[in-house]
């Protein structure tokens, strides 16, 4: 099981956010730019979609879409969601896993010289 992965609302540029549609996480993003629109409170959000193939978008969203608040695209509903690195957990000295004697430390750059 994946480390829990702490949420909160207000995203901005470099932000990695979590696209939902209808309900479901469709693609992770990184919010490139936030430029107004010529509409206030609204704004053109150029989104990098970070899959594969990687494809840039750009939607004009209100700012409380960006925040988090539902929205409909072509009729389907989307949200927003920020994510935040997940913490890592607390070990104690008696969860450790045991040191190797055997362990070796391989060298990247060794191995690229080959």
């Not at 929205?71 to 969860?95: N, R, S, Y």
Request: aromatic share 6%; hydrophobic share 40%; glycine share 6%.
């Amino acid at each position: 099981m994946g480390l829990p992965v702490e949420r909160s609302a207000m995203a901005v540029e470099n932000d990695i956010v979590l696209v939902y549609h209808e309900g479901n996480p469709l693609s992770f993003a990184r919010i490139e730019s936030i430029e107004p629109d010529i509409k206030r409170g609204w704004y053109h959000v150029k989104l990098l979609l970070l899959q594969i193939p990687l494809q840039v978008v750009t939607w004009i969203l209100r700012d409380t879409y960006i925040d988090g608040e539902p929205f409909t695209m072509g009729g389907k509903e989307m949200h927003l969601e920020k994510i935040e690195c997940p913490q890592m957990p607390d070990v104690d000295d008696d969860t450790e896993a045991p040191a190797r004697d055997d362990a070796k430390v391989i060298s990247l750059a060794d191995l690229k010289k080959k």
